[in-house]
């Protein structure tokens, strides 16, 4: 079965970095994109990057443009999510997301999520 485990996330000071993992199995995962999505308190789940299958194209939400970096292994069967220049605004459970093709897709299997809390 498709399994996505997240790892990577903790507590930093603003301007702080992180990087996100995550590990998959249970499916062909060089076959099909792969997202990073995070939801904040009281807010909605809110996709912050995404890269096609090959990795050879990326997409990154305006607001981590220049901060945030998605990649891809697909030796390892890993997603990862560099986060740079963390802001108090970054606090989320950030959330690794199966696409349903290869390249931009919706998403069908999701993460347990990782808790990224920055503060001072």
């Known amino acids: 079965q498709v399994q996505l485990v997240e790892s990577g996330g903790g507590l930093v000071q603003p301007g702080g970095s992180l990087r996100l993992s995550c590990a998959a199995s249970?499916?062909?995962?060089?076959?099909?994109?792969m997202s990073w999505y995070r939801q904040a308190p009281g807010k909605g789940r809110e996709l912050v990057a995404r890269i096609t299958n090959t990795g050879g194209s990326t997409s990154h939400v305006d607001s981590v443009k220049g901060r945030f970096t998605i990649s891809r292994d697909n030796a390892k069967n890993t997603v990862y999510l560099q986060m740079n220049r963390l802001k108090p605004e970054d606090t989320a459970v950030y959330y690794c997301?199966?696409?349903?093709?290869?390249?931009?897709?919706?998403?069908?299997?999701w993460g347990q999520g990782t808790q990224v809390t920055v503060s001072s």
């Open positions: 997301c199966k696409g349903r093709l290869p390249g931009w897709s919706s998403g069908d299997y």
């Open positions: 249970g499916f062909t995962f060089s076959s099909y994109a």
